[in-house]
């Protein structure tokens, strides 16, 4: 429920941060309304990230994850604070007040995802060593890098690099257009390319020498651990992360890594072939720089075709699974990449198929159960085939989902069921409880009874575990999805334009399906239950109509009896005396005229 809490909680942040200059230590893209953060979004004052000049211009990026809309501003403080002010009511630098410049007015921002540019001129006269660049966006977004000013007449220090442009481009297709590389930033240590390959993250790398060895690098936009690795998933990685080892260590540790499904493992053997290993942490960004022979044995590296590779990055230097990664695929002879989004393409394929199903057809199903009352005596034989056929194409399509994320997603990993993540778990528990459901069905009891009764519970407890179990699981994924990818644009490929969605999509509309789900069972349950108690009411009624009923016309039937005349008894004369009967009158007047006859043709009266 926490996991739940936590990804439930982004969807009201920003979705947006500050990529250069390299902002301060713990920005991230969620809501931090104060000046530079406040609370558990605050960042920390660092070190000096770029050196501007007074005077000249200057070129701002910042990534949006989330298109809201809505307003930005750059600013400039001298005043080098952990805390700067004067803010205003939204923690912006007010430039009404000494020492704050606006550095360009509200402008309308975050449009589109992305990495969006900003060039701002740095005012004449302004000379600082610890001077505090902010962007702010009005969704209570702001960012603060460290920077130092210097006067156009001194000789200002190397600034950092411009970031190339992004390649998160808000598509789904296989690879993204390529992005032609430049001059390394790292050629002092022998590195000749640079490529970006994702928002301020770039590779490094050179021409392998004589003996096939390759330099390469990895450079990220935070202080904390990055990988490389070698591969197509994160299955078959072949890996060198430094900045920190799993479980925790020292921001100079640099190791091999096999990658599994979920997890890293240190790979001696891989380790022991690199070389020339240095981890660098300035400026708000991190390196992690190394050497390898092409063919280590893991995985091979062919510099003159293209090949896939993946990064990974984050703070601290605790290796986490949950962090911020991509795919793409370069050719280091000629220096292009293109991100990969084939991962990101399964994770959104498998959410939009157990959305319909845990999201949609399952809890209608449900639903219709519910609204059918006890037995179906509310909803009748058509609540009872729509919730038969509702439940068995959710279920259908869940099972296709579980496939397809097994083997495209996991990898055929199903073997491996301890290695997989906790909405993996979550999910194989759902779906074995959704797949025991119709099994049970068919082995129902008939009649009333005890047995009727337990089963009853047991199938109606189950379907309501699955059903709601399913629902906040298909919120569960979407976070970990969104965390892991980015909340860029998903299948734009297979939808329309008008039919964009992203990950938040997915959540959101987990969100409401569960929202509508509950209301709709309890409501639909108490509905169902005061027209069953009607219906009762009405066969009550009913049966006592009946019986009243049938009490007046026993009544009446007697008094009747009672009322009807019988006529004297009649005395047949014979031979052997005399014969006396006393008969109803119907019956009486029949015997008599049958007597008369036969007196008068035997030349006798009737008396």
């Known amino acids: 429920m926490w996991a739940l809490y936590a990804c439930m909680a982004t969807l009201a942040a920003g979705h947006g941060m500050m990529v250069s200059p390299s902002p301060r230590t713990g920005t991230n893209n969620g809501r931090s309304p104060g000046a530079c953060g406040t609370g558990g979004q605050r960042q920390t004052q660092g070190v000096i990230a770029a050196t501007l000049v007074a005077g000249e211009e200057v070129e701002v990026s910042w990534r949006i994850d989330n298109n809201h809309r809505g307003t930005c501003r750059i600013s400039l403080t001298t005043q080098g604070a952990d805390v700067p002010s004067p803010v205003d009511n939204q923690g912006r630098l007010d430039a009404s007040q000494p020492q704050v410049h606006a550095l360009t007015p509200d402008f309308e921002c975050a449009n589109s995802r992305g990495v969006q540019r900003r060039t701002v001129t740095i005012p004449e006269q302004i000379e600082c060593e610890s001077c505090v660049l902010q962007w702010s966006w009005s969704w209570g977004n702001n960012n603060c890098a460290d920077v130092r000013v210097t006067s156009s007449q001194t000789s200002p220090s190397p600034a950092a690099p411009t970031p190339a442009p992004s390649t998160n481009v808000a598509t789904t297709s296989t690879n993204q257009p390529a992005v032609a590389g430049g001059s390394s930033s790292l050629a002092v240590r022998g590195y000749e390319t640079e490529i970006e390959v994702g928002p301020g993250v770039k590779l490094h790398y050179a021409t392998p020498d004589s003996d096939d060895n390759i330099r390469l690098a990895i450079e990220v936009p935070v202080t904390g651990w990055a990988g490389l690795a070698i591969g197509t998933a994160m299955s078959d990685g072949d890996a060198v992360i430094g900045g920190g080892l799993k479980g925790g260590g020292q921001a100079s540790d640099v190791k091999a890594y096999t990658l599994s499904t979920y997890d890293v493992n240190v790979n001696e053997d891989a380790t022991s072939q690199l070389s020339a290993t240095e981890v660098i942490q300035d400026n708000g960004k991190t390196f992690v720089l190394f050497t390898r022979p092409l063919n280590n044995n893991v995985n091979p590296i062919s510099f003159d075709a293209t090949i896939p590779m993946l990064y990974a990055y984050g703070p601290g230097s605790s290796i986490e699974y949950h962090a911020s990664r991509s795919q793409f695929t370069v050719n280091l002879a000629t220096g292009t990449a293109a991100e990969d989004t084939t991962s990101r393409d399964h994770k959104a394929i498998h959410g939009v198929l157990m959305l319909m199903s845990w999201g949609f057809l399952i809890p209608l199903g449900t639903l219709t159960a519910a609204w059918g009352g006890a037995r179906f005596k509310v909803g009748g034989p058509k609540l009872f085939n729509a919730h038969r056929w509702l439940q068995s194409l959710g279920l259908f399509v869940s099972l296709a989902g579980v496939a397809y994320a097994m083997m495209l997603i996991y990898n055929g990993s199903i073997v491996k069921i301890a290695e997989l993540p906790l909405h993996g ?160 009158k119907e019956t009486d007047d029949m015997v008599h005229d049958i007597v008369s006859v036969f007196l008068a043709k035997s030349g006798r009266q009737a008396r």
Request: charged letters at 15%; glycine letters at 8%.
């Open 425 to 584: 778990m979550i999910g194989l528990a759902v779906t074995t409880l959704g797949v025991l459901q119709p099994l049970n069905a068919f082995l129902r009891p008939h009649g009333d009874g005890m047995l009727r009764s337990t089963w009853e519970l047991l199938h109606k407890t189950s379907g309501r575990l699955a059903t709601v179990a399913g629902l906040l699981n298909c919120m569960l994924g979407a976070c970990v999805a969104k965390q892991q990818e980015g909340d860029v644009t998903i299948l734009s490929t297979l939808l329309p334009a008008s039919f964009a969605m992203s990950f938040s999509t997915l959540i959101s509309a987990s969100f409401a399906m569960t929202m509508f789900f509950c209301i709709s069972y309890v409501g639909g349950k108490v509905l169902a239950r005061m027209k069953l108690r009607r219906l009762a009411e009405a066969a009550d009624i009913e049966a006592q109509v009946e019986k009243e009923m049938r009490e007046r016309q026993a009544l009446v039937n007697m008094e009747a009896a009672q009322e009807s005349p019988v006529r004297q008894p009649v005395l047949l004369s014979t031979t052997g005396g005399n014969v006396q009967a006393a008969l109803p």
